[in-house]
């Protein structure tokens, strides 16, 4: 997607001022919407360029059409000299209907490959205009190159003014960088700051710059050190030379160091890279409390990371204990809303037998065979239900009508891992049902290390809701319904909070638990004073919770989504 509007902005007073608005505008969306919305105006954009033959850029219409034409982008071109193989084997990440890199050099071979979310789409503007381009552009999105293509495949992997149009451009980096055979680069030229120079109209939602030496990946909602974020494993070589009269360049050329190895951490066990996104989590990882972030999406780690003793004693007697963990009236609560879970679950799945990871007590199972479903649980251990198993998802191929990870999968080492086996074992049309905490909530935010849903160890990951999403559809798992309510303990997140914050941090969650089920003693007088504290703010977290939800940053996110 090289060919741009023009950067003519009209002037004056009420542009500045709308400009400030659309900024504000998209800095509460999620990058995920901008794309699936805006994705129009790119096919639009396309139309009017391949019916004009190229418009206001006639010069480089014709060469994206010419066969002969020479790779001219110095950034590889200079480069090409370097590398072991011919021919030399490049992909362009974003191309367009028709890439923009020539198709010749002097000394080398060349192969290239097109990728493009697009491509259905603009085979049918070819066609409609009559025009065979050179190197067909293949259907692809940047956060799922390696779904079509092998590590390894490729000796440049190149994207000009593509990336910043994105979902996640810190994860397709990571993927252009894994699709490199050894002595490979990769090679990226965009307009410096984009989003802001285009005001964030239309696909237009990140800025590259550089700071301080090193290269960032910016919009309202977000801020990457790509530099940083690739530390150890990479050297990216940033780099800002005039443009045009509409802006300047910001080109990189990142280099993966030979002897750099994705290994575990030493002495802690912790994993090497992302558990959800695969991005590696180096030294330079920022941190919170108690936790690891990956760069690229967000995901939290929990660090350091517990041993399986530790998680033994962390689900003890007391996680949950036989006689039930909460009063006879939390109790029926929890078996009324497990009941509204079955009869969605029942209504949204084909015929078919349903698996429930981490069945826990086996209050959903049992719902789910009231309702005339074979139902089978996973869990750590087997108690006395046959149909409970001590196995991973992966060993349980299935095929299942639907899968449920309800509040499970923060539980598990290796969520990517989980999404994949629940991809493998749904038939087409099966159905994957998820809740979690999202680390991106407010109220996460808000209550910092004593979240309640942060639950330290037992918790191994923290999902913020878009990561999820975007790993779902990755899978070719279509989110069907998503929502903030349904995954529960939204207000009650906040209600334990807001009483977490008084003098002496009361819990309470202990203090709606029987006494064995608590992680500490408490005495009577203190357990009536949090109870009676936790009614007093009840109205105060309700409002929060209602707010938090309809700013789309609830505290637990609930999905189905559809094979
Ligand atoms: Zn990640």
Redo the contacts with the bound molecule.
């Keep these: 997607m090289s060919a741009r509007r023009s950067g003519a902005q009209p002037g004056g007073t009420l542009a500045t001022l709308r400009a400030g608005l659309r900024r504000r505008y998209r800095a509460r969306l999620s990058h995920a919407r901008v794309w699936r919305r805006e994705l129009p105006t790119e096919i639009d954009f396309w139309a009017d360029y391949l019916r004009t033959g190229g418009g206001q850029f006639p010069d480089e219409f014709r060469t994206r059409l010419d066969p002969a034409s020479v790779l001219d982008d110095p950034l590889v071109a200079d480069r090409l000299g370097s590398l072991p193989g011919d021919p030399v084997r490049i992909l362009d990440v974003g191309a367009g209907p028709m890439t923009s890199l020539g198709k010749t050099h002097p000394s080398r071979g060349l192969v290239i490959t097109a990728v493009d979310p697009l491509a259905d789409r603009y085979d049918r503007l070819l066609g409609e205009a009559g025009i065979v381009p050179p190197v067909r552009t293949r259907a692809c999105r940047g956060e799922e190159l390696l779904e079509h293509f092998e590590p390894g495949s490729f000796d440049v992997v190149y994207a000009r003014n593509a990336l910043d149009h994105s979902e996640h451009p810190m994860?397709i980096v990571e993927n252009m960088v894994r699709l490199l055979a050894p002595g490979g680069f990769v090679a990226i030229r965009h307009y410096r700051n984009e989003g802001e120079t285009m005001t964030y109209e239309e696909l237009h939602q990140w800025n590259f710059e550089i700071r301080d030496g090193h290269l960032r990946l910016w919009s309202p909602r977000a801020d990457h050190d790509l530099t940083r974020a690739l530390a150890g494993r990479a050297d990216v070589e940033a780099a800002q030379h005039a443009g045009s009269y509409h802006a300047d360049w910001i080109t990189a050329v990142i280099i993966p160091d030979p002897t750099a190895r994705a290994e575990a951490v030493p002495g802690t066990g912790a994993p090497s890279s992302?558990?959800?996104?695969?991005?590696w989590l180096g030294p330079a990882a920022p941190r919170l409390p108690g936790r690891r972030c990956?760069?690229?999406?967000?995901?939290q780690v929990t660090d350091p990371w517990p041993s399986n003793a530790d998680l033994s004693a962390a689900y003890g007697p007391w996680y949950r204990p036989a006689q039930g963990r909460f009063g006879a009236l939390g109790d029926a609560l929890l078996t009324r809303s497990r009941g509204t879970l079955a009869r969605r679950i029942d209504a949204a799945a084909p015929p078919g037998a349903i698996l429930d990871v981490g069945s826990g007590d086996g209050t959903l199972l049992r719902a789910l065979r009231a309702r005339g479903r074979r139902a089978t649980g996973l869990e750590r251990e087997a108690g006395d239900d046959p149909d409970v198993h001590p196995r991973t998802l992966a060993e349980m191929p299935g095929p299942w009508a639907a899968i449920v990870l309800w509040h499970a999968l923060e539980h598990l080492p290796d969520p990517g891992a989980t999404l994949d086996a629940a991809a493998q074992a749904l038939p087409s049309g099966g159905l994957l049902v998820v809740a979690v905490p999202n680390a991106a909530s407010l109220q996460a935010r808000a209550f910092g290390p004593r979240w309640l849903a942060l639950d330290l160890p037992r918790h191994l990951v923290h999902l913020p809701a878009d990561?999820l999403l975007s790993a779902l559809r990755q899978r070719g798992l279509r989110p069907e319904r998503v929502s903030g309510w349904r995954g529960g303990q939204v207000a009650f997140g906040w209600l334990h909070g807001l009483v977490g914050l008084l003098p002496g941090h009361p819990d309470l969650y202990d203090a709606i638990r029987f006494p064995d089920a608590r992680r500490a003693p408490m005495t009577r007088d203190r357990r009536t004073g949090t109870l009676v504290a936790g009614a007093v703010l009840a109205p105060l977290a309700l409002a929060l919770a209602g707010a938090e939800v309809a700013l789309g940053r609830s505290g637990t996110v609930y999905v189905e989504a559809r094979r």
């Design positions: 994860r992302c558990p959800l996104c695969g991005a990956c760069a690229s999406c967000g995901t990561a």
